[in-house]
């Protein structure tokens, strides 16, 4: 089992482009996450999916965009990146009731 | 939505002290209560959680609690060693399980 994966690990951007950053699992899990974690601040929702077809927003949404097509795959895509989400993206799956969440290595992304 | 407060940012203790992180959760719907260490550069690991109809649980030197009524619940990590400087985050979840807040963090720095 790869777990939890993440493509890029490191992003460089500039204001105004678009990109996708990839996610997938191999676990069969229903629910699979995006957040952002800036210093100081936590992990952030950007958007959830509690299964194929089905997405809802979380805390911080704005600028961002997912789909989920398939159980394995959930990207993430920037529309028009800002400076303002230069930041460390995790994605995160978990089967469904309580338990652990896994998080993937995470992508580090700079918007200049 | 649900807001999670965590108390302190930081920790300093000597090897060998107990320490104690706390948080406040605002949703009384929330019911499950995960905690998660992040080493740096690492991605979030769950270290222990515990559910609503729980009021605390054991796990070899780690343990949480949690009072429903004030919303509020603990780590506590006894006989602390060096590889416990990490940063924790406590979250809260809804009964759905699939929809995570997490709090900002505290940064617990174990001297030897």
């Known amino acids: 089992n790869a777990g939890v994966t993440q493509t890029p690990k490191f992003q460089v951007l500039k204001t105004g482009q678009s990109m996708t950053l990839q996610c997938a699992q191999d676990?069969?899990?229903?629910?699979m996450s995006w957040y952002r974690q800036d210093p100081g601040m936590g992990l952030r929702l950007i958007h959830y999916s509690v299964g194929a077809g089905i997405t809802d927003q979380g805390e911080v949404p704005n600028g961002y965009n997912v789909s989920r097509s398939t159980t394995e795959d959930f990207p993430l895509r920037l529309l028009s990146a800002a400076p303002s989400q230069t930041s460390v993206y995790f994605c995160?799956?978990?089967?469904?009731?309580?338990?652990?969440?896994?998080f993937g290595p995470g992508t580090r992304l700079t918007v200049t | 939505g649900e807001n999670v407060e965590q108390h302190p940012s930081t920790l300093s203790v000597q090897e060998g002290d107990s320490a104690v992180i706390k948080c406040t959760y605002s949703?009384?719907?929330?019911?499950?209560f995960p905690w998660y260490k992040q080493e740096l550069g690492k991605r979030p690991q769950l270290i222990i959680d515990?559910?609503?109809?729980?009021g605390e649980k054991k796990d070899q030197r780690i343990a949480v609690t949690l009072n429903k009524t004030a919303k509020h619940f603990s780590l506590h990590i006894t006989e602390t060693q060096p590889e416990d400087s990490a940063v924790y985050f406590c979250?809260?979840?809804?009964?759905?399980?699939?929809?995570?807040?997490f709090g900002s963090g505290t940064k617990l720095n174990v001297k030897p």
């Open positions: 995160a799956s978990s089967s469904t009731g309580p338990g652990e969440q896994y």
């Open positions: 515990i559910r609503s109809n729980v």
């Open positions: 949703d009384s719907a929330s019911n499950y």
């Open positions: 979250a809260a979840s809804l009964h759905n399980f699939n929809k995570f807040y």
């Open positions: 676990m069969n899990h229903e629910y």
